[in-house]
């Protein structure tokens, strides 16, 4: 099993950038894919990025040029770099791998 913890949110201006961290430690890490979501008040937990094995990607179409998701597979870390911060993408966002979820790490964008 993979344990989490994500890292790097905070309050941000529109427009600004943040990046976000997740920490994996317990497992072979390298072969899964990573997954970021995010959960907006009174929204469903959505699906934001995710970051194949291999180093492919995939975004929602909501982020993407935007967010940049990728991996140090030697730092056991996954990271989502974001730019260009709106207000709609304040949410706590979590790390996910096969069945393992962090505790999430709160992004709110506003003025």
């Known amino acids: 099993q993979v344990q989490l913890v994500e890292s790097g949110g905070g309050l941000v201006q529109p427009g600004g950038s943040l990046r976000l961290s997740c920490v994996a430690s317990g497992s072979i890490f390298n072969i899964y894919a990573a997954n970021w979501y995010r959960q907006a008040p009174g929204k469903q937990r959505e699906l934001v990025a995710i970051i194949s094995s291999t180093g492919s990607t995939n975004y929602a179409d909501s982020v993407k040029g935007r967010f940049t998701i990728s991996r140090d597979n030697a730092k056991n870390t996954v990271y989502l770099q974001m730019n260009s911060l709106k207000p709609e993408d304040t949410a706590v966002y979590y790390c996910?791998?096969?069945?393992?979820w962090g505790q999430g790490t709160l992004v709110t964008v506003s003025s």
């Open positions: 996910n791998v096969r069945m393992s």
